[in-house]
């Protein structure tokens, strides 16, 4: 089993910024990408950031130039620092990692894609 534990969510007022951390544990070989989510109420659940393991990222264009992605390979942890936040982005943030829970699926290229339990942000004045 893996777990994804996120934590760094609250109240900010528009223009703050809050930094969003994910860390994984449990049964974990190595993981490929992650990603961080979030679900507006009344809306679907949307992407917003992915970073590979080398690094890369990529972000919804309606983050881009405010929110960064980045990750520790060796903690397993990803964070999302949000910068300029708008009360658009109000929302459950999720993150994801895709897993590789033992060595012989890390040899058959077969992973899982486990989930953390959201944290709430909110942008208001």
């Known amino acids: 089993q893996v777990q994804l534990v996120e934590s760094g969510g609250g109240l900010v007022q528009p223009g703050g910024s809050l930094r969003l951390s994910c860390a994984a544990s449990?049964?974990?070989?190595?993981?490929?990408?992650m990603g961080w989510y979030r679900q507006a109420p009344g809306k679907q659940r949307e992407l917003v950031a992915t970073?590979?393991?080398?690094?890369?990222?990529n972000y919804v264009d309606s983050v881009k130039g405010r929110f960064t992605s980045s990750r520790d390979n060796a903690k397993n942890t990803v964070h999302l620092q949000m910068n300029s936040l708008k009360p658009e982005d109000t929302a459950v943030y999720y993150c994801?990692?895709?897993?590789?829970?033992?060595?012989?699926?890390?040899?058959?290229?077969?992973?899982?894609?486990?989930w953390g339990q959201g944290t709430q942000v909110t942008v208001s004045s």
């Open positions: 994801n990692a895709d897993v590789f829970s033992t060595p012989r699926q890390a040899g058959l290229g077969y992973s899982s894609v486990y």
């Open positions: 449990g049964s974990i070989v190595s993981i490929n990408a």
């Open positions: 970073i590979t393991t080398g690094g890369r990222t």
